[in-house]
């Protein structure tokens, strides 16, 4: 009785009157659990905290690092509120994936805002340091690293048809087709 009564509790949590909090890398990726679930970042995220070496180090998941939040069949279509914090250190190495980035696919509905991935190294294809495909909305954020692919390679975000505002993107991009640099990050070079 005890064990629903907890379970219930959990379940009804992560709506935009009680968002769940994210305080560690294992909170982080139990987002992908909840695509529709509001969120709140409570601290920077970085390689002390606990679950970097299972969740987003270089040696995590095969050597892959960082499991991309959201896929085009099941973005994420939730809220994620950084609260001005950062997530330091971010390592994904996945060249032969698409959709690669902190967040792979956010879908319409979806808002992302007041967030800094920092120190990241991203590699993927589409790829974007914050999300791979934006549909969403991305507000207040930015992203400092490298990001790495062939197309639709951006800084920020790879590939956009939402709203992106007040955000930017600082670091390397490198890409192979004519979609160097990503939307947001060719507006911004203009």
């Known amino acids: 009785m005890v064990t629903a009564a907890l379970i219930a509790g959990i379940a009804?949590?992560?709506?935009?009157?009680?968002?769940?909090?994210?305080?560690?890398?294992?909170?982080?990726?139990?987002?992908r659990e909840n695509l529709?679930?509001?969120?709140?970042?409570?601290?920077?995220?970085?390689?002390?905290?606990?679950?970097?070496?299972?969740?987003?180090?270089?040696?995590a998941n095969g050597g892959k690092g960082w499991q991309p939040i959201g896929?085009?069949?099941?973005?994420?279509?939730?809220?994620?509120?950084?609260?001005g914090y950062k997530i330091n250190n971010l390592y994904i190495n996945r060249p032969d994936e698409e959709l690669v980035g902190l967040f792979g696919?956010?879908?319409e509905g979806g808002v992302v805002k007041n967030?800094?991935?920092?120190n990241a190294n991203v590699?993927?294809?589409?790829?974007?340091g914050?999300?791979?495909?934006?549909?969403?909305?991305?507000?207040?954020?930015?992203f400092n690293g490298n990001v790495i692919g062939e197309d639709s390679v951006g800084g920020l975000v790879g590939f956009n048809t939402g709203t992106i505002s007040d955000?930017?993107?600082?670091?390397?991009?490198?890409?192979?087709?004519?979609?160097?640099?990503?939307?947001?990050?060719?507006?911004?070079?203009m």
Do not use: K
Not at 42 to 53: F, R, V
Not at 76 to 83: L, N, R
Not at 123 to 128: E, L
Not at 130 to 142: C, D, M, P, Q
């Open 12 to 31: 009804g949590c992560g709506t935009h009157t009680t968002p769940i909090e994210i305080r560690d890398w294992y909170d982080l990726h139990a987002v």
């Open 115 to 118: 967030l800094g991935v920092v």
């Open 123 to 128: 590699t993927g294809d589409p790829v974007g």
């Open 36 to 59: 529709s679930g509001s969120y709140v970042l409570m601290s920077d995220l970085d390689s002390t905290i606990a679950g970097y070496a299972e969740q987003a180090d270089s040696a």
């Open 105 to 107: 696919y956010v879908g």
């Open 71 to 83: 896929t085009s069949d099941d973005p994420f279509t939730g809220s994620f509120d950084g609260q």
């Open 167 to 189: 955000s930017y993107s600082t670091g390397s991009v490198t890409g192979v087709d004519d979609g160097i640099g990503g939307w947001w990050d060719r507006i911004r070079a």
């Open 130 to 142: 914050l999300a791979a495909e934006n549909h969403g909305t991305v507000s207040s954020s930015y």
